[in-house]
């Protein structure tokens, strides 16, 4: 009898941890051998670039970066990261639902609503980071960050740079 609880709770489990993934898409030439890579440049920030991201972007990248034992060098494979704002519809949304039953000669009705709460949009950063050696690029990530729009600066950068974290945390692929 004990054995019908045990096995259902494995599968939750397995279920849950199935479904788990690495934040972000990365992508990566799966013939270069990125153990050899210890050394980068920044390239500088495209003209459409918001400044104060491009700045919180480098900062993040050289913290990380050097907290791995990398080296800013300007013989290094080039990083060059990009951020773009999007505005996209949000998801969530709140239901009401009432419901009814029946007994004997009484009935009830059901019936539910659905509406958005708050604003229809959310502001999102799309973050690009490519890592590019000899003119081509070798390896890439990219991931989408929930960007409210009255956050404290401080809270954009601690957002920021776990998003990047996450993402760098994630290189050097692990070629199978």
């Excluded at 279920?15 to 993934?21: E, Q, R, V």
């Excluded at 990566?28 to 920030?45: C, E, G, H, K, R």
């Excluded at 990380?64 to 998801?91: C, F, M, N």
């Amino acid at each position: 009898m004990l054995r019908l609880p045990h096995c259902f709770s494995m599968l939750l489990l397995l279920s849950l941890f199935g479904c788990a993934s690495a934040p972000g898409n990365i992508d990566y030439d799966t013939d270069v051998d990125f153990s050899a890579i210890a050394q980068y440049q920044l390239a500088a920030p495209s003209e459409e670039q918001d400044p104060l991201m491009a700045k919180r972007i480098q900062d993040t990248l050289q913290a990380e970066l050097s907290a791995r034992g990398w080296q800013q060098t300007p013989d290094g494979v080039l990083l060059r990261y990009r951020s773009q704002t999007l505005i996209k519809p949000k998801s969530s949304n709140f239901s009401i639902g009432i419901g009814g039953g029946s007994y004997g000669s009484r009935g009830g009705i059901s019936g539910g609503v659905s509406m958005p709460v708050g604003s229809d949009e959310e502001q999102v950063i799309h973050l690009r980071l490519d890592m590019v050696q000899q003119g081509r690029v070798i390896w890439r990530a990219e991931d989408e960050i929930k960007w409210p729009e009255r956050e404290a600066p401080e809270k954009r950068n601690a957002r920021l740079s776990d998003a990047v974290s996450q993402l760098l945390a994630q290189f050097p692929p692990s070629v199978q």
